[in-house]
């Protein structure tokens, strides 16, 4: 039987995933990955460091759909000491059911999970919540304030919401927007918030509120004092996460694997740079090699494209209208930057977990709110898995991540004197000493977050051009523009494989995921 091929443009969790369930259906087609890099994952991957390993921006590993809680488990199983493990998440509890404990590492943890956010040099519960740490924190007079505000916003709502400030403002009062928001968003995008649309919000920080951290803190209370159980927990709220042992890309490293024995080929190193269109058809995909400088033309039956929307658009032959390339082009995105540094200990503190001789504090993450560093979150890997810190306990590995735009100060800033920086950004925060720095490494991620401003309130202009191509399915975060989390990118590329298999060319539900979710974990 002859194999129909459908290209898959990137090896990240969307576009495996599409590899892996057509493969899966054994309906006759073949998939055949063009991955611009060397690496496994998108921003999904786990960098090796000499040892140590870091996750590209934090990766949970939870969701509402049942569909990719079973998916990855299938993939790799959570371990434990056999029988059932809760976790909580998304307004509901999941039994986990873990298996004993073997030496193969191709497993998931249970893990717990803690982020906070640092500001005026202290830690503050993450979302804020008005209890006596943000009382203390933050002051009286401050406090009254944000009330004030949060009042007059409730009774007087900005009405249309056209940007961003209004969004939260609506939500929050102007003062705790200012206070809390203002800064941060503006630090991770590089743009006012007036410029920001307001869907962004509606998409990640949605179904939060001082009403609601209001009602959790009264619900805290009745579980402390009378025994009762937490039975509502918004996502900002969870309390436990599987990750796989090794990482993020440990599960995509697996999944390639996977693809690669059931027939699948991937192409790395393999930059698709051209789709040659006959009326509303892609016929093929031409990809060049980066190391040789050759390209290659791959035939195409349909194609699952997760490269960004301003290069795929660019690079179709002939053109879309005019419209739909000059929307294209005017998509933004922002850039990402992360450095591992490793230390011998963090600074003591009131926060440092007891009987650690390395300070450890307990978070995950930590959002860095102060106004006097550029430095945007900071992730402690050993508190991800233990298992991506080569000497661990005797070291911290920490992330610091720094968001940026291509070509700007901090994007240009050599990598030795980035590191340098980077440090003293730590010790300025007073989280660290320096002569406690060990070893580090700066590693620079391009498109990492697809923008929500430039000419992006027109793309369902753009979104209509190109869903006129029947075979050609977008998927995956910057496939759609769109800030999806892996679980959305993989639910993407599900309902894109059952599209290929029904011959059904209608892209509306593909479009739907994550139109109304609140479960983010971003700021």
Same mark, same amino acid.
């Given at each position: 039987m002859t194999m129909k091929p459908v290209l898959i443009i990137g090896a990240g969790?969307?576009?495996?995933?599409?590899?892996?369930?057509?493969? !899966?259906?054994?309906?006759?087609?073949?998939?055949?990955?063009?991955?611009?890099?060397?690496?496994?994952?998108?921003?999904?991957?786990?960098?090796?460091?000499?040892?140590?390993?870091? &996750?590209?921006?934090?990766? !949970?590993?939870?969701?509402?759909?049942?569909?990719?809680?079973?998916?990855?488990?299938?993939?790799?199983?959570?371990?434990?000491?056999?029988?059932?493990?809760?976790?909580?998440?998304?307004?509901?509890?999941?039994?986990?059911?873990?298996? &004993?404990?073997?030496?193969?590492?191709?497993?998931?943890?249970?893990?717990?999970?803690?982020?906070?956010?640092?500001?005026?040099?202290?830690?503050?519960?993450y979302p804020v919540k008005m209890n006596l740490n943000t009382v203390r924190n933050l002051g009286p007079v401050r406090i009254a304030r944000i009330m004030a505000s949060y009042t007059k916003a409730r009774l007087n709502p900005i009405t249309p919401e056209k940007s961003l400030e209004d969004f939260i403002v609506n939500r929050f009062g102007r003062e705790l927007y200012l206070t809390f928001f203002k800064d941060y968003t503006e630090k991770v995008w590089g743009v006012p918030c007036q410029e920001i649309s307001p869907e962004w919000g509606a998409q990640r920080i949605k179904g939060l509120s001082i009403t609601e951290a209001l009602k959790h803190a009264a619900r805290q209370i009745y579980k402390n004092v009378a025994g009762g159980e937490q039975t509502e927990v918004k996502t900002s709220l969870i309390e436990q996460f599987l990750y796989p042992r090794l990482g993020p890309g440990q599960m995509w490293e697996v999944v390639a694997e996977k693809v690669q024995e059931l027939g699948g080929e991937i192409h790395f190193h393999h930059k698709a740079v051209g789709l040659q269109r006959e009326g509303d058809r892609i016929v093929s995909v031409s990809a060049l090699n980066t190391q040789t400088g050759e390209t290659a033309q791959f035939l195409a039956d349909h194609v699952i494209s997760t490269m960004p929307v301003r290069e795929l658009v660019a690079g179709i032959s002939p053109a879309l209208g005019g419209e739909a390339q000059r929307v294209a082009a005017g998509l933004q995105y922002r850039d990402f930057i992360t450095v591992g540094?490793?230390?011998?200990?963090?600074?003591? $503190?009131?926060? $440092?977990?007891? &009987?650690?001789?390395?300070?450890?504090?307990?978070?995950?993450?930590?959002?860095?709110?102060?106004?006097?560093?550029?430095?945007?979150?900071?992730?402690?890997?050993?508190?991800?898995?233990?298992?991506?810190?080569?000497?661990?306990?005797n070291t911290v590995w920490l992330g610091l991540e720094y968001f940026c735009s291509e070509g700007d100060e901090l994007w240009e800033m050599p990598k030795e004197q980035f590191f340098a920086f980077a440090q003293d950004e730590l010790v300025k925060i007073g989280l660290i000493d320096k002569s406690e720095v060990l070893d580090g490494t700066v590693v620079?991620?391009?498109?990492?977050?697809?923008?929500?401003?430039?000419?992006?309130?027109?793309?369902?202009?753009?979104?209509?051009?190109?869903?006129?191509?029947?075979?050609?399915?977008?998927?995956?975060?910057?496939?759609?523009?769109?800030?999806?989390?892996?679980?959305?990118?993989?639910?993407?590329?599900?309902?894109?494989?059952?599209g290929i298999l029904t011959a059904n060319?209608?892209?509306a539900a593909i479009w739907a995921v994550n139109v109304d979710d609140e479960y983010h974990e971003e700021k």
């Open positions: 969790p969307a576009g495996l995933t599409a590899a892996l369930e057509l493969l !899966r259906a054994n309906q006759g087609f073949k998939p055949i990955i063009l991955e611009a890099s060397g690496d496994i994952g998108g921003i999904s991957k786990t960098i090796n460091y000499n040892g140590n390993r870091m &996750d590209i921006g934090g990766h !949970r590993f939870f969701s509402k759909s049942d569909w990719v809680m079973n998916w990855w488990q299938n993939i790799l199983p959570a371990r434990g000491d056999g029988g059932d493990a809760v976790i909580s998440y998304q307004n509901k509890q999941r039994n986990i059911d873990t298996q &004993d404990a073997t030496d193969d590492d191709r497993h998931m943890l249970l893990r717990p999970r803690l982020s906070r956010i640092y500001f005026l040099r202290s830690f503050f519960d540094v490793l230390v011998r200990k963090l600074r003591q $503190s009131k926060h $440092s977990l007891p &009987d650690t001789a390395n300070n450890l504090l307990p978070d995950n993450w930590i959002y860095i709110q102060e106004r006097d560093v550029k430095l945007g979150r900071l992730q402690i890997f050993n508190n991800w898995s233990p298992y991506l810190v080569k000497d661990e306990p620079k991620v391009e498109k990492a977050y697809p923008a929500y401003f430039g000419s992006y309130d027109e793309f369902d202009t753009l979104r209509e051009q190109i869903d006129r191509i029947g075979n050609l399915f977008l998927v995956g975060r910057n496939g759609m523009h769109r800030y999806n989390n892996q679980d959305h990118s993989m639910l993407t590329a599900k309902l894109a494989v059952e060319n209608d892209k």
